[in-house]
Nanobody, 118 residues
Framework: QVQLVESGGGLVQPGGSLRLACAAS????????MGWYRQGPGKQRELVAT???????DYADSVKGRFTISRDNAKNTVYLQMNSLKPEDTAVYYC????????????WGQGTQVTVSS
C-alpha cells in the first residue's frame, strides 16, 4: 500500500506561483512513477506531469514551460512547481503513484484545490 498526502494548494492571482507537494509513505520502494493530475470545473481528469524513477518527465502541452515536476527521494516527496498561473489552471490537483508488483497498481492522494483568480 502507498499513502499520499498533498499540500500546497490554495488561491493565487493570475501570473502567480504555487508549489504543490506530495509525501508518499508505505511501500515506497516499489513505486515506479509519480505524477500530478487535475480536474477542472466541467472537465475530465487530465494528466499534468509525471516523473519516473530514472528522472524522465512528461508534461501536458497546456503546462509546458510553466510547470515543473521534481522528486526528492530522501523525503519521499514529489513537487509540482507552478508558475505563470492562469485561470484555466483552476482545478483539483491529485497526486498519483504507480507501482508494479505482480501487476500495476495506482494510488491517489485526496486532492488539493488550486484556484487562480483575481
Amino acid at each position: 500500500q502507498v499513502q499520499l498526502v498533498e499540500s500546497g494548494g490554495g488561491l493565487v492571482q493570475p501570473g502567480g506561483s504555487l508549489r504543490l507537494a506530495c509525501a508518499a509513505s508505505g511501500s515506497i520502494a516499489s513505486i515506479y512513477a509519480m505524477g500530478w493530475y487535475r480536474q477542472g470545473p466541467g472537465k475530465q481528469r487530465e494528466l499534468v506531469a509525471t516523473i519516473v524513477n530514472g528522472g524522465n518527465t512528461d508534461y501536458a502541452d497546456s503546462v509546458k514551460g510553466r510547470f515543473t515536476i521534481s522528486r526528492d527521494n530522501a523525503k519521499n516527496t514529489v513537487y509540482l512547481q507552478m508558475n505563470s498561473l492562469k485561470p484555466e489552471d483552476t482545478a483539483v490537483y491529485y497526486c498519483n503513484a504507480r507501482r508494479f508488483v505482480i501487476g500495476w497498481s495506482n494510488y491517489w492522494g485526496q486532492g488539493t484545490q488550486v484556484t487562480v483568480s483575481s
